[in-house]
């Protein structure tokens, strides 16, 4: 009896080790076990996704609200300075002033003002449809090339019109409106082309962001 034992008990030894390597083959089962045994399964923590979904949705926000709020300063810096060159040659009509019409130079930088204000007016509107409704105005790269170039061109021209006004001071007459009015104006489109450059910057970036990464 015992040697007929002996037979039955190899063949099932056999059939457990074919078992075994019908389940992994070609992978050693020790070295399975240690290396299952090494790698613990990591344990996923709720605060980490929390954490990286609030800041990819808080970062566009925070761009666009400082776009918003960059813009916004043009459009005031710009409307004053279309304001202050109309405005002197208007409050005294029994002793009227010199009107900026006179001067070439003033006229530049009234039209430069004004189509700062229209454009910035544009890219206000589009920048809160934009928050509100996702793009459905301007799709967001066709967006990033207009700005871009729209914006480079914008700050050459107000760059062109402060440098312009700037010897037309001396040629206004002293003590009048038009001198005060030209000198404020010159100021505001400077101050205009400062927050122009850096939403020109900004927009540059952005584009070469989209494009590149």
């Known amino acids: 009896m015992e040697q007929v034992d002996e037979p039955v008990k190899d063949e099932r030894e056999q059939h457990v080790l074919a078992i075994g390597f019908r389940i992994m083959p070609g992978v050693s089962p020790v070295a399975s076990i ?8 990591p344990t996923p923590s709720p605060f980490s996704f929390s954490v990286a979904s609030t800041r990819w949705s808080s970062r566009p926000l925070i761009h666009r609200h ?27 009509k029994h002793h009227p002033s010199p009107s900026f019409t006179d001067y070439s130079e003033l006229i ?3 039209i430069v003002a004004i189509i700062a204000l229209v454009y910035t007016a544009f890219q206000l509107f589009k920048g809160i449809s934009d928050i509100a409704h996702r793009g459905i105005l301007i799709s967001d790269l066709t967006s990033d090339y207009l700005s871009f170039v729209l914006d480079q061109l914008l ?26 009015g030209t000198i404020v104006s010159t100021s505001m489109a400077f101050a205009t082309f400062l927050v122009m450059a850096i939403c020109a910057i900004l927009s540059g970036y952005k584009l070469c962001k989209r494009i590149g990464w």
Do not use: D, K, M
Request: charged fraction near 10%.
């Open 34 to 41: 240690s290396q299952s045994q090494h790698q613990p399964f």
């Open 155 to 180: 700050v050459y021209l107000l760059v062109s019109s402060a440098s312009v006004a700037v010897p037309t001071i001396g040629q206004v007459e002293r003590g009048t409106a038009l001198r005060e």
């Open 108 to 110: 530049y930088c009234f």
């Open 66 to 92: 400082s776009n918003l709020f960059l813009r916004f300063s043009v459009l005031l810096f710009s409307f004053i300075s279309a304001l202050t060159l109309v405005t002197p040659s208007t409050n005294n």
